[in-house]
């Protein structure tokens, strides 16, 4: 599975969860509360050594906006225009191909 963080979000997780070890352990906060912000800070933490977030797959977010992805979608735009050409150039050529089954079904009939 591929990456949908991009560098600079897991430098926020990464901070955010340093921010909240230290709250935690300086014992600012303490008791059932104190133990949710640690695990939240641990799932900071390994989603940011992960790569990936599971919250942004359910909801569809990538910020990892490399080039890769850049060139993966010109890619497949070129791949659609040449079809759409290579289509419209073989009806110009051969009009009579879309009547084909017509025809076909007219003789059987």
Not at 1 to 14: A, E, G, P, T, Y
Not at 48 to 53: A, E, L, P, T, Y
Not at 83 to 104: A, T
């Amino acid at each position: 599975m591929r990456s949908n963080m991009s560098f600079v979000d897991k430098i926020i997780r990464m901070l955010v969860a340093i921010v909240i070890s230290i709250i935690v352990f300086t014992k600012l906060i303490v008791g059932p509360v104190a133990i949710g912000f640690f695990i939240f800070a641990y799932i900071l933490v390994l989603t940011c050594f992960r790569g990936r977030c599971p919250f942004y797959r359910l909801f569809g977010i990538n910020t990892n906006r490399n080039l890769n992805d850049k060139a993966r979608m010109y890619e497949y735009k070129r791949n659609q225009t040449l079809l759409k050409n290579y289509l419209r150039n073989y009806q110009e050529r051969y009009p009579d191909m879309g009547n084909i089954d017509k025809q076909y079904t007219r003789s059987r009939a």
